[in-house]
T-cell receptor, first 114, second 117 residues
Framework: ETGVTQSPTHLIKTRGQQVTLRCSSQSGHNTVSWYQQALGQGPQFIFQYYREEENGRGNFPPRFSGLQFPNYSSELNVNALELDDSALYLC?????????????FGPGTRLLVL | AQKITQTQPGMFVQEKEAVTLDCTYDTSDPSYGLFWYKQPSSGEMIFLIYQGSYDQQNATEGRYSLNFQKARKSANLVISASQLGDSAMYFCAMREVSTGGGNKLTFGTGTQLKVEL
């Protein structure tokens, strides 16, 4: 096990609602990245946080936002949920280290939007 | 254009045999990292092996080895002595610098491996 935890494990929401997903990083790691994995696809990068600042963002609209806390844990917030937001959301923690940075993933949160 | 290509949607292998999962990549950055992850049906992405673009030797981690051919831009995963527990989805990924300066992983579409008795 990686030591990266995510909560909740499963979540059901309706279209238009808001959701918050949580991630605790592995001990010693200072960076958290979030990915969305739709069914049958590879994960897609949402954004990364380093020292409580957004350190990079993928091709996701502003209704996807995040936070990182002083203990390096993180939240992913999604506003105005759409049906296409149904996916597995993966959090990964790492120690920012250039080329050799290895991201270790948590078990994910499965979100279903009805 | 796809940056990571995995052309095998599904593979079968018999227990105790070796299997090779293909991955090709596209980048103009001279410094990059290549990763393989395993994703069982439970959903967690498990890190298997890493290869840096400047590494002279192919990476190995236990039963996993990475056949890195830089000129061909390929980074195939070799699993030796397959076990039933190896049945899972396998993803090849490349580390890239994101727009904010941090690192992001770009994943392929994955290969579903089934190990049979």
């Amino acid at each position: 096990e990686t030591g990266v935890t995510q909560s909740p494990t499963h979540l059901i929401k309706t279209r238009g609602q808001q959701v918050t997903l949580r991630c605790s990083s592995q001990s010693g790691h200072n960076t958290v990245s979030w990915y969305q994995q739709a069914l049958g696809q590879g994960p897609q990068f949402i954004f990364q946080y380093y020292r409580e600042e957004e350190n990079g963002r993928g091709n996701f609209p502003p209704r996807f936002s995040g936070l990182q806390f002083p203990n390096y844990s993180s939240e992913l917030n999604v506003n105005a949920l759409e049906l296409d937001d149904s996916a597995l959301y993966l959090c990964a923690s790492s120690l920012l280290a250039g080329v050799q940075e290895t991201q270790y993933f948590g078990p994910g949160t499965r979100l279903l939007v009805l | 254009a796809q940056k990571i290509t995995q052309t095998q949607p599904g593979m079968f292998v018999q227990e105790k045999e070796a299997v090779t999962l293909d991955c090709t990549y596209d980048t103009s950055d001279p410094s990059y990292g290549l990763f393989w992850y395993k994703q069982p049906s439970s959903g967690e992405m498990i890190f298997l092996i890493y290869q840096g673009s400047y590494d002279q030797q192919n990476a190995t981690e236990g039963r996993y080895s990475l056949n890195f051919q830089k000129a061909r831009k390929s980074a195939n995963l070799v699993i030796s002595a397959s076990q039933l527990g190896d049945s899972a989805m396998y993803f090849c990924a490349m580390r890239e610098v994101s727009t904010g300066g941090g690192n992001k992983l770009t994943f392929g579409t994955g290969t579903q491996l089934k190990v049979e008795l």
